[in-house]
């Protein structure tokens, strides 16, 4: 679906850029043009009203299948230009050159194209600064696919970070349940040690017997043995 921007309506940084390469070229016609399977969509252009064509009825159907730049000087003179729609019908090219563009996987998507009515030479010199613009291009429409990515992992970012904090707050939780439960119970075998406790003995000095219940006897025992 080239970034999701086949068939969108066309944004002012392309189009300044096909703007820009208009002048800059001195030609009629410049465009970015994004290829699917089997048509093109313009996504900006200076020069040509149509916004969507047939893949077999473009040129950039050679240039999208290519690494480098595809110049025709004078397409009468060369032998895809004959009997083609956009050579013997409007625009009546003469001139065409373009260089694809890649999506951030390198996957070829478009094109960036100029056209012109008349033959031209098209120095190294030219070359270069077509892909230069080209470039440009490709970096916008990248742009747009790395802002999308980074909003994604942010949104997982936040929600990771919403996720962690509900495990924290869990784990603390059920800390906070162990210990109390933990204090309850340290509680009860404390009341349960404390009733537990042996009825206190104390021993008589002088008597063998317990105190409790046989203080009578020990004293009576005491006026028997004089000291």
């Not at 679906?1 to 309506?9: F, I």
């Not at 009997?83 to 998507?109: C, D, M, S």
């Not at 999308?148 to 936040?158: A, I, P």
Request: aromatic content about 6%.
């Amino acid at each position: 679906s080239s970034l999701h921007l086949l068939d969108t309506p066309a944004e002012d940084r392309f189009v300044r850029i096909t703007h820009l390469a208009a002048a800059f070229f001195a030609v009629p016609i410049a465009y970015v043009a994004l290829i699917d399977t089997d048509r093109q969509s313009v996504k900006s252009s200076q020069g040509i009203c149509q916004q969507q064509t047939s893949r077999a009825a473009s040129f950039c159907q050679y240039t999208i299948h290519r690494d480098g730049p595809f110049v025709i000087p004078d397409t009468h003179l060369h032998p895809l230009g004959k009997n083609h729609p956009l050579v013997i019908g409007e625009p009546f090219a003469r001139f065409y050159a373009g260089v694809p563009l890649a999506g951030p996987q390198g996957k070829k998507i478009g094109t960036f194209c100029l056209i012109d009515i008349k033959p031209r030479e098209f120095t190294e010199e030219h070359i270069a600064r077509l892909m230069a613009f080209a470039a440009i291009v490709e970096r916008e429409l990248n742009l747009g696919e790395i802002i999308e990515v980074q909003s994604e992992l942010l949104k997982t970012r936040h929600e990771l970070l919403a996720a962690q904090d509900k495990l924290t707050h869990a784990a603390l939780r059920r800390t906070a349940d162990r210990a109390g439960g933990a204090g309850r119970r340290g509680h009860l075998r404390g009341d349960e040690a404390g009733r537990a406790q042996p009825f206190p003995v104390r021993r008589l000095v002088g008597c063998g017997e317990l105190e409790h219940g046989f203080r009578p006897a020990c004293r009576a025992g005491r006026h028997h043995h004089p000291g």
